[in-house]
Nanobody, 124 residues
């Protein structure tokens, strides 16, 4: 089992920044990469970004490319999502997730452990 705990969400004005954190614990040896997803009310959960624990190789959804940065601290088993130039359409519950799969894992079905989510609210 892998436990994931997100933090860092909150209320920010459009154009502002937030940094989300996701702390992983438990049997993290089976985790190859970590992803961030988000889900707005009435919409499906969508891929935001992912990063491998070993090689890094960050990968982003087109909608956040150039504004969001995913990073990891292996010593702390923690993944971050730096979100800049936030827009109202970025408002959602953000989830981190763990996957044992190699490659550009962008589908929710490819992730086997999920955090509880953290709310990001962007005011216009």
């Amino acid at each position: 089992q892998v436990q994931l705990v997100e933090s860092g969400g909150g209320l920010v004005q459009a154009g502002g920044s937030l940094r989300l954190s996701c702390a992983a614990s438990g049997r993290t040896i089976g985790s190859y990469a970590m992803g961030w997803f988000r889900q707005a009310p009435g919409k499906e959960r969508e891929f935001v970004a992912r990063i491998s624990w070993t090689i890094g190789n960050p990968y982003y959804a087109d909608s956040v490319k150039g504004r969001f940065t995913i990073s990891r601290d292996n010593a702390k088993n923690t993944v971050y999502l730096q979100m800049n130039s936030l827009k109202p359409e970025d408002m959602a519950v953000y989830y981190c997730a763990s996957t044992p799969k190699v490659g550009a894992t962008t589908r929710t079905s490819e992730y086997n452990y999920w955090g509880q989510g953290t709310q990001v609210t962007v005011s216009s």
